[in-house]
Every structure is written in C-alpha cells, then in structure tokens.
C-alpha cells in the first residue's frame, strides 16, 4: 500500500515539506518494550537538516512527540502516532516557480499523476517525507537490539568518484561513522570527500554518492519466499527513499562478473551453528537470512535542486532558464545514513514478527 | 504477502521444483480480454529448459492449462488459475545428498527457517518457481499492449566482464533479442558471451550477467508514493528472483558519480505532452513514470550448481568434498529475459489498475 | 491489519481513551476534493459525549485538525492525518480498580493478549477510538456524495424491546432522525425509548439496541467477490465496533423464516436500468451492489459500564464486589449513528474506487 | 483482497461452477504439519451435492488432489494447491435462460460488474466455489486441534420458523450433528424440519435457516484490535458465503434487547484462570477471545433457484415467466455445515499466527 509498509511491524507515514507536521502511526510494535521520545530523537537529530555547512540550511528541530501507544513509559501493543510539527515552513505563493516543474524533481510527476500538487517545497516526495520512517525504524531498532541483539550501521562508501576502502563488517560502528560530517569512517576518503562536496557546493552543483549499511546478528531464518525475499523487501525499502538509483547485496553487481566456483559461499562450521567461509550472499540465500551479516549497498543520485542555471521548459513546454532559490543539500548521503538504517530495521523487524509466527505455538 | 505479489492485479504462486505441478493465480484481472493458453505458452517457451546446449538439459514441454476465468476465449474478471505439470521429475530418496546442503543454495536456509525441506532439487527456491510468474505476466502483457501499447523488452547486457554496448532503447524488439541462444541483441559481444558460456561449462563452473530491460508507451502517473514507488515495486520485484544480486534504474549506480548539472533530466516539449532531453532517471521521477522509456538492469549472480569439487560442511559440520550432479544452466541469463519481463509487466499492471481507481468516475 | 481498514481508501486509526490525541491517517483520497475541518466537525458533533443527559457526561469538544494531505482546502491524494486531541482525560493511578477487570469489558482480554493495558478508561477499546473512523467517514461521505450523490442514513430502530416502526427508507433523513435525542425518527417510538433509558440511568443499569442505516444511489457493481463480498465488508466494518452484536442485511435473521417464492427479488423495469420489486436481498446480490437502497441492521448490546454493584473476581480469582464510578452512556446506539454511517461510507468508498480501478482505461 | 482471505494463513480460491475445476492455494500453512488427502476428504464430502434427495441432484465426488507444498506426507510451510475438477458439468450454449437474469441470483450484478458473465450455473457465485474453502479450512483445523486442541462445530439450528432447541455447547460433536440428513442434533426438530423441507421441495419451492456454531478450546487472546477483531473477521466470513443474511454472536440481536446488569459476563475463577459465569459475549471480549466457547448464529435465506413459475423481466426490461430447470437444493443449510466450520477455522487460524508472532522471540 503506498504509505504503510510491512505485514506484522506496520508503518504508515504522512505528512507534506510545508504542512503542519509530519510523522507516522507504528502499528504492530509488541508490547511492554520501554519506549519513550529518548529513544527516537538521536536518529532524527542525525538526518534533521541544518547539522552542518555541508547540508541545507533549513533549521528544523525535528522533535518528535508519542501521542498514542505508550504508558508510564511502555508500550501497550496498540499504535503508537509520531507527530513532528514542521516549524520552517516557507510556503510560497502560487508565482512563476510553480509554472516551471523542476528537472528530475517530482513536480512534473505528482502533477500529471494527481492533477494537483503541493505548491512549494518537494510536498510528499520531500525528504521531509522520511522522517516518520525515522522515528518509526528507531522503535524497531530499539527492540531488535533488545531482544536479539541486531545492530544496523550504515555509512558513506562513495561520493561522486571518491570510493572509500572496505572497513571492518564486524565492528564498525556509529560512533566511527559519526566521527566526520560526511560519515565515512575512513579518515582519508572523508577528508576528500568533503572537499568534493565543498567544491560542486562552490560550483552551485550537486554530487552523487553511495551507502554501505551492515546488519548483524540477525537470527537465521527471516524472509518470506517467495515474494517477500529479505533482498527482495531491503530493496523495495532502499528504492522507496527519494533519490535513490540502485541497491544491490553482497557480491552485488561485481558479483555478476565472477565465476560459481569463486562466489559460492561454502560451509564451514562456526561456533554455534554452521557459517560460511564467505560472505557474496551477503548474508541472504534463497530469500533467508542465512546467520551472516547483511551487507547491501544503495546508490544515490546527485540532488536535483542545484543554484546553477539550466535551460528547461515550463508546463506549457516554454522554454525557460531555471536557477533553484530554494535551500538544499548538495550531497544527500550523510543525512542519508540514519534513513538507510531505519529502512532496514523496518524490514527486518516485520520479518522477525512473521517467523516468530511460525516458530511460535505456547499461547494458553 | 510471501507467495502473492500485488494489490489489484494479484499473482499467488504455488510448486516445488519436484511436486505434481506448478503454476499461479492470478486476481483482479479486467474482464474481457480475449485470453487461451496460445497467449500464454510462448513465453513460457521461451523459459522453459532445454533450449540449446547452453541451457539445463531438464526437459519439460510447460504446457499451460487455464483452469478457471474464462469462457469462450475471454476472462471473467475471475481469479485465473494457471497449471503447469511437471514431467521430468526424478526425487531423489534420503541420500547422502540430502545431509549436504549445497553452497549459496536454499538448502541450509530452508532447513533452518522451516525445519524441513523438500527433498531433491531447489524446492520452492528452484528457478521452476518462476514459471507461475511468466504466465502470469503474459496475461498482464497482453492487456497492457491492447490497452496502452506498452512493450515490455528484455536482452542480456553482460556476461561475466563480457559487456554489450548500447542498444537503441526506443526500437528493441523481442526477434532482435531472441536472433541469438544468449539472447544479446550485438552479434559481436553475443559471440564472445556464447564462447564464454562454453568456457566455464566445460571448466563445470558457472558464470553471472546482467539484464537491461525496457518498458515502451508507459503511461504517465504509475507508482503510489511512498511505499510502492514505481522503481520500489520494480527492485522488489526483480530481487524476489532467484540469484539476482542487485537492480538499479535509468544512471543507477554508475549515475552516483555523476554531478547534478549533467545528470537533471532538463525538460522540453514533445509532441503530446513535456518530455525529457536525457533520461537518467529511468522514465521514473519521484516513483513515478513520467513517459520516458523505463530502464532497468538486473545483476545475476553465477549459477550455484557447479560441477567442479567444492570442498564444504555437512549439516553436522563435518567436511566434505561435494560436486554437483544434477541438471543445471552455466549461466541464468538468457533464460532470465522472459522472467525479468514477467516481473515487470506484473508490477507495471497492478500500477495501471491502482491509477485507473484514482482517475474513474464513471460508475453507473 | 489490525488498526488499518480497506484496500485502497485507508483508514488507520489511532489512540487510547487516555492518551494525548486519537485520530486517523487517510491514505488513498482522491485529489482535487475540496476539503476542511468543517467537512468533519459535524459528524464528529453527532458523536461526541455530553450531548444530552441520555450521554455521558465526559466533556470532550472533538475539535479536529487537518495535519496533512490538503492546501488551499483542496486534497492533494496525499496521506489525510486528522488529530483530536484528548482534553477530559482523568488517568486513574494504580488502585484497586486495576486489579478487577471490568465485566464483559476489554480488561481480562487486553491484559491477556498483551501482558499490559491501559491502566485507565477502555484504553484503545474505549469508544474514544472510533473518533479516527467518524473523521475518515466525513470525507469520504462528502466525496461520495458529490461524485455519485450516495446518501447514507442511519438512525435508532431499536431500544431494548420498543421497536420503531418501518421508516421510508427513500426519504428518511438526518434532521429527522436528529429530531429527538434519542435519534429515532418516530416520535412515539422516540418517546418511549427515552423513558426506557432514563428508567434504566435511574437503576443504575444500560440498555441494548439496533440500528438501521440505508446508503442510497449506490452504484451497481460496488463489492468484490468472493471475500469482500459488499455485505462481507460491511459485516466487518460494523463488527468491529465496540459493543456490536450482531449484523443483518435485507431480510436478514427474518429473511431465514420465508420462503423463496415470497423472498426473491424479482426484476422489472425502472427508469434507467433494471430494478428488483422487492429488496429483501437489501441492495445487494452475490456480494454486488444491485443500485436498490442497501439496509442493514447492526446490534449494540447494553453498556458494560454500570453503577449498579456487580459480584465478580479480581485477577487473582477472588472474590469481589464492583460498582463502576466512571462516566458512561446508558445506552450507547443514538451516540452510534454518525458511527456506522462512517463505517459505512469507508467501506463504499473504498468498493467504489476498486470498481473504478476495473473500468477505467483512460490514462495518458 | 477480493479471491484472498487471511494475513498469515491466506487462502485464495479459484474455479466457476462449470469450469475445468476448483480448488484453492493455501499460503502460511505451519510446515511439518502431517498431511494427505485423507484429512482433507471427509468435510469435502461432507459438503459435496447428491448427499440425498434433500440436496441437489448434481453429482461430483469432489476428490481433492494436493498438487504441491508436502513432502512425504508433511507441510513444507510453502503454498499448498488443492485441485478438485468440475465432473458433472452442463454448460449450456448461449440461449434463452443467458437473456433473463434470475431473481435474487447474480447474473444481474455480475453482468454489469464485469460486462460479462459465465453463461452457464452460477459462475464464481455458485456454491462450488466454497469448495475451495473447505479443503483449505480442514488444513487449518487439522492443525489447530493437533496444536491448541481447538474443537469447531456446526449444526442446524433452524429450519424456516422450526427453531431447535439449545444444545450442550462443552459437548455437542459432528456424529451427533450427522445423525440426521438435516444436521440438527435434536432429533424432534430435525425431524419437523426435514418434513419442512420435503414440503417446499415438493412445492417446488426453497426455505431458509439458521447454523449455530461453537468453537471449543480456543487460546485466550486471539483477535487483533480494532478492524480484525475476531467477531468482525468472522463476521466477514460468514457474510462472504452465498445465501447468508446475517450473523450474530454470543447474546446476539436477542442481547439488545437485554440490561447490562443481567448481561454482563462477571468473572469467576475456573480450573487454570478466570473465566465467565455467563457467556452473552460468546467467547470475545473487545474484540479477542475470552477463553469460553466461540458461539455464532449464521442466517440463510431461502435458495434463490426455485422451480416455481416467477414473473420478472430480461436484461431488455421485457416481462418474462421464469421457472428453473437446473439442480438446485430446497434449502442450503445442511451442506452449509461443514462450510462455516471451514470459514471459522480459516480465521481462528490466521489469528492465531498472529498471535504467535506476538508472543514469540525465540528465533536462534
């Protein structure tokens, strides 16, 4: 359904960039798990914008209030409703901006497709849009890590050309990642990559980039063959962000040049249970979470709204000359690292709820 | 829903590799269309086993039966029930082989999450699975060429580091695709793939590839933001195939190096309506078509089943050597092409339904 | 799902009786319908406590707010979030009340399901709830009615054993049934009914009832068989009311008493298209709307709530004597009205678009 | 979803009364479950036409066939095809009967729902269709009696105005209940109801009735606030099956007319946690079960297919004198026995995987 994702952990999210909030009802979250707004903040406080000189300008506290759900600190097991009010609204008027849809934004789309739109900011397909997922993927999280112990870290592996070097699967963490603003945890590569985002910043342009994000401790056993694959459901999540141009797992795309004898995962027994030697699943086979960790990566496009001039056509198909006035990022994967988690912790979190009712048969 | 893909045009499958049968359900399609088994069949030729050398030597005729929806040539607006025998069944007893579970195969997966698995060839991991899905598809193909003239084409753009040039998007068709066993429409580079192939199955190796796949005449406005994005419901789609490693849409992965002055897609006026001068976002902007041709890759990991000694660990975690006997392809591709088109035409459809619900207004 | 209601116009409630706000987000409205907060303030009116000394005295203005999803008072066929928040809340600490579940209340059930509850009010069973469904059902009423003039009525038939007498199901209105507090359009009938209830306020006691609603110029070919048969949906929709007993269509229970000679609605010609002589089927056949009024019935049983001292055990299984000090309705149904005609109007509009989605072929 | 049913354990039916076949494909279903045709039969056979000469003349051995989704004789957890063909099949050519909708039938709705229609018997609406049903419930019973002890049963409970009187609910079996051909366990009402129905078949006429049912042993805390409360799923059920006009549970449309001092169910320690002293509730307290019996009444109206000359028009609107020629029972509630068992085990399942999903976190 277009606004609520999952079977069993439910999340549908709402709200436009200029609207009076934004936000989402978490349906299906179990019972009795410690939940207060402490828990949900530190996620959101690292995609709010305004963090530093590399992101968009707009101040938004983004604080998050529990209006359903929860009790004396708990939850009930009904739907929790996130609610973040939008304090920086800029609502233009219906001027000239409106008659120009902007290049490769959702202007012209949400347009044809609704026969209306919000008119201004990105409306629904603003980045605004992904901090109900947020709030939603940081209640999952939180009980994931209690009861099994999973923990999601994703970080910044490439922006434009710039490719960071593989970093440690089984440690890296956030606090790592946390340690520059571009969230990549190899200094060096940060440090060109800032310089990279500074420079098309100068040059009033926009540069790509890509995440790697890792799952750990995932019980084996998750994913719902045939349609609900893990890889199948991690990559309608990743694609479902805005900006977003690819996802692969693993192996992935480079995968695709090696030979079976050399990608195939052999089995090897490890402490508990048996493993793999190695990981081009990337943690997954035959849609199931094999025990391994979950290593899939997800390519962004570079920001469409850039301060260069670019010659395009409004509605009527007028030539025009368009120069974007509005506030932006000019590279979106640093904000984009807690949105990646989130959407993997909700993936994951619904897979957990459904295998936990097959496994399950103690009710009294 | 594990075994049922979409929300108006619903497609359940059912069948192991080495059950009586396979084959699919579909519900929600329009009533009317003029539909027999000779609508379906040849692309499930086109899948089916036993083409050519390069291909498993399996034998099976997929004959389709319908079995409900329709009468005298039409469907009902039914549910379609769609059943494939399967024939060339050889189900092996309680062997050795059953204590071994292949690497990169379900056979571990499968075990853990279900406690049982079948018990000779993939079971419901096998590629035979995909089977429900191409029928399925066919049906969808047929209504969305009579009804908007979408074409739906689909050719292998790589094989291992063999890669393809360019093809022209707007004229590719099914006979150029298919005027060669590995199904790459450059003469040149299907030589070169088709010489590989051989290479690796007389090594008893496996080699991966990618797909490329476009859809033609796309109406403007499919895709249901948020969640069901159009580019999210088509990663998912194709990422519940089996072996597939990754998906990316229009630029996709290599558009992440890209800056955003070169890679807009800047607007101008065509015929009918605003087109586009380039299209690096894949006929999608904000998760829905914009008009444009939409342009997709698969990744396809090497084929697991390898001929040559694996050296790997039983179910106890004892080591041994293990080289597959059964029937398998070297490389998945070419028979991947009407699979990946099923896929989409699946998504496509349940798109267009969910569009057409927002646009009517014409009950009696 | 459990808080989410219907396939494409859905309706996600939320909210505790206690909680800071209760609502709903409306996913899937169309766009372009002109839409306020005085679109649904009236419904909600209708419904809110402290109406009448018939009611409970629980002061709540039910004010709502539009949160997202409209600009300029028009829908974007954004997610819709309505928010009302909780004023008159008296949470109750952890005294002995908590420890005796209320007879053919939600206490036992919650606290066994989820291992916590609510510890004050019925918490997510509480009436409270269907606030969200009373908001949701104003606007997809008003669009009903502006697209396809669909008039939806219901009103008081029954309280206890004073049934009212047939009403004209072509004419019968809302300021008829509004006419009186006890919302039954019969005068006389009203009239001992509310005597009924004061007698048994007086008793400290409740009492049971029946609704009737009619949805008229439905039409034809709203319900999806077989499952979500029209009258299946509306069985659910009412079913999952609090205090709902029971559901009838047309002849309903009565209709099990004739024969079909008498029963069958034969057909005959009407203005525009056939129409049957007879409604026992109530608007529908085979699950189909068949453009003839559809009339239900729905059962309320008596308030759980009463002052009257009540033997019972708390949840250690001793012994006890209870007298409920909280606030409640004696009898719930004419607080029930607006109820189920938005259950109604939701399940329409959501039948309608899925027709709409069969019929359409008008993309561009 | 229109042809599937359930979250967790999903059925989707296929197959026209006069089709290749029906049957259906049950997603969900527990794996190493033990399983054969023989646990399915004995309600198909239950339900299947020709029983006697109180049911229609049509004669099918409705023999199941599992196509796939076992192993051995156990569940695999994958989807599970149960196949039943059409044998005594009469299709008629398009004649004069294809130009009279039959009253209280569907082909007027059918027709203008989809603009076409199965020429021949009732098409998707007939009563074969709940063939699929059947096998699909017995899965699910077989499973909830192995696991859980659940015990559901049906019976007659009135025949036109002939009522039976209460029976034992803690005891009531099927061979009681199949002691007689009307399937009502007092043998002087089913007697008078028998006589009853040989009089209106001989009338060429066709009567109503109501089934009671009872669910025994069903764990505590099955349901899911607010929309799938248990009573309203079922509600949904019921209300999905041909022929039904109502439902009721517990106290029913009778408990309306009730006070709440006499209604209330007050709480009494039993042998291993509270139950109720009484049980007007039927077994579900806000929405989720209680514990005590599941108990609901099911109303039918008479068969539509009456043998009497009608006076009703075509789909010109032209007046027409209608008298059935096909098989047709002269009253539905016999067979409808062990289809509303089949209908309660379907949605005690799915809620009870539900529940396990809750409850569990025991994955490794």
Excluded at 82 to 89: C, E, F, H, S, T
Excluded at 257 to 263: A, D, F, L, Q, Y
Aim: hydrophobic content about 35%.
């Amino acid at each position: 359904m277009s606004s609520t994702l999952g079977t069993l952990y439910r999340v549908t999210t709402f709200g436009e960039s200029h609207c009076k909030g934004v936000g989402a009802i978490v349906d299906g979250c179990p019972p009795g798990l410690e939940l207060t707004e402490a828990d949900i903040q530190p996620q959101l406080s690292r995609r709010r914008p305004g963090q530093s000189d590399l992101t968009t300008p707009r101040q938004e506290a983004d604080q998050v209030t529990i209006y359903s759900g929860t009790e004396f600190g708990r939850t009930l097991g009904t739907p929790i409703m996130l609610l973040i009010n939008n304090k920086d609204q800029r609502p233009q008027d219906y001027g000239e901006m409106s008659q120009v849809p902007r290049p490769s934004h959702a202007d012209f789309t949400y347009q044809m497709k609704y026969g209306i739109r919000a008119s201004s900011g990105g409306g629904r397909s603003s980045a605004r849009e992904t901090i109900g997922r947020v709030a939603a993927g940081a209640i999952a999280e939180k009980w994931l890590r209690q009861i099994y112990g999973i923990e999601i870290v994703a970080w910044v592996s490439a922006v434009g050309d710039i490719e960071a070097p593989e970093v440690a699967l089984e440690t890296i963490s956030r606090p790592e990642v946390d340690a520059n603003l571009i969230r990549c945890p190899n200094t060096a590569a940060a440090e060109r990559m800032e310089a990279l985002v500074k420079e098309v910043l100068a040059a009033k342009d926009s540069i790509g980039g890509i995440l790697t994000c890792v799952c750990r401790n995932v019980p084996v056993g998750l994913g719902e063959p045939v349609f609900d694959k893990l890889e199948a459901r991690l990559a309608q999540a990743m694609l479902s962000l805005p900006a977003t141009k690819g996802f692969d797992i693993g192996s992935g795309f480079a995968g695709t040049r090696m030979r079976g004898s050399r990608h195939n995962d052999t089995f090897v027994k490890k402490t508990a249970r048996l493993g793999t030697r190695t990981n081009h699943s990337g943690g997954i086979q035959g849609g199931i979470s094999n025990g391994e960790p979950i290593v899939f990566r997800v390519g962004f496009k570079p920001v469409a709204t850039i301060g260069m001039e670019q010659e395009t056509a409004d509605f009527n198909g007028d030539k025009v000359l368009l120069a974007a006035k509005g506030r932006h990022d000019p590279c979106v994967v640093p904000r984009a690292v807690p949105i990646v988690e989130a959407m993997a912790a909700l993936v994951i979190m619904d897979m957990t709820l459904q295998q936990q009712a097959r496994q399950g048969s103690s009710l009294v």
